[in-house]
């Protein structure tokens, strides 16, 4: 095969608040003739996520920091151009975490294979890929069951939908917040949320307690801060919070007071805890056969915003923090 020129986004300096276009350069790379047990990938599909902000900085984290001058690394969904090892074959679909790059070659065990059956396979990077998984983890992370109330905080972007979705078959009740009227219309009569609310327009806890009166019994949190503050002051004893995310906080150069209610913790019983997905991948195979079957019976629905071109890309990472997602923001390379 003749020499590919991948075209690659990489970091070019450590953002220091909110990034900006300048904190990252595009590059052109050619790949090197492929090796035997390798795989030569085409990006069709790559995902963008907020906690790619976290690896934006220096120091250690969960996961590795992004190296300065390299290709950032993210979710993607691609199809084999051409193969030298035995576990895969030209035109198989498959995902990886090598994004913001249109060609690479990696081993097999780096590739999981998805089915070409879904369509589209940008569908691997939302409600069936890792975003749909943390929604999963998240609600058997603290056992929600029939009958809860669940307050979901950025419900509309990619993981928040499919929680709520998630949860309503679970039988539970759900609340949603996020930031426009067009958004909240999306929760309603897409997902099946029984309300929500614009956390942009009045007190988060005015609001919260307007739509449960009687309080709630679990908090799926994407957003901390004030959003966290007024969940603590909403959950009922014995109530749980699912901590996955906190976008409110991820530009900040300085760390923000934690809530002024913490102590609700002690007085409600209330349980906290954390999510990293990727420490679930083991059970990766049960969240497959669950949800993908909740999808393919049409009773789980994939909502997306889609990006065209891998020089759209840091306009598209951008844009989370200023909220223009709804659902699974994802940029289409092809």
Request: net charge neutral; aromatic share 8%.
């Amino acid at each position: 095969m003749s020499k590919i020129t991948s075209r690659e986004i990489r970091l070019a300096s450590r953002p220091k608040g909110v990034p900006t276009a300048d904190n990252f350069t595009p590059a052109q790379t050619e790949l090197q003739p492929l090796p035997d047990q390798q795989v030569l990938v085409r990006n069709l599909f790559m995902s963008v996520d907020p906690y790619m902000r976290g690896r934006m900085n220096a120091g250690k984290s969960y996961v590795p920091p992004f190296e300065l001058g390299k290709p950032l690394e993210g979710g993607a969904v691609g199809e084999v151009i051409e193969s030298r090892a035995k576990e895969f074959k030209p035109g198989d679909a498959v995902t990886s975490s090598f994004g913001w790059r249109e060609y690479f070659i990696a081993s097999p065990k780096m590739l999981h294979p998805v089915g070409r059956e879904v369509q589209p396979l940008s569908v691997y990077l939302g409600t069936l890929g890792m975003t749909g998984m943390t929604a999963w983890v998240g609600l058997n992370l603290v056992e929600v069951k029939a009958g809860d109330v669940i307050f979901i905080s950025g419900a509309a972007g990619a993981v928040g939908n499919v929680a709520g979705q998630l949860a309503k078959l679970r039988g539970c009740r759900v609340i949603g917040s996020a930031g426009s009227a067009e958004k909240m219309t999306f929760l309603r009569e897409e997902c099946g949320f029984d309300s929500a609310f614009n956390y942009k327009v009045g007190s988060i806890l005015d609001q919260l307690n307007l739509e449960a009166p009687d309080g709630i019994d679990v908090y799926y949190d994407n957003v901390g801060g004030e959003t966290l503050e007024a969940a603590l002051a909403a959950l009922r004893v014995h109530g749980r919070i699912i901590a996955c995310g906190g976008i409110s906080g991820y530009n900040e150069e300085k760390p923000r007071p934690g809530p002024s209610n913490l102590f609700n913790m002690t007085t409600k019983r209330l349980t906290m805890k954390g999510l990293i997905v990727g420490d679930w991948l083991d059970r990766q195979g049960d969240f497959e056969k669950e949800v993908g079957g909740y999808f393919r019976a049409g009773q789980l629905k994939n909502k997306e915003t889609v990006v065209e071109g891998i020089d759209q890309a840091v306009d598209a990472f951008l844009g989370l923090f200023a909220g223009k997602n709804m659902g699974k923001m994802v940029v289409k390379l092809t």
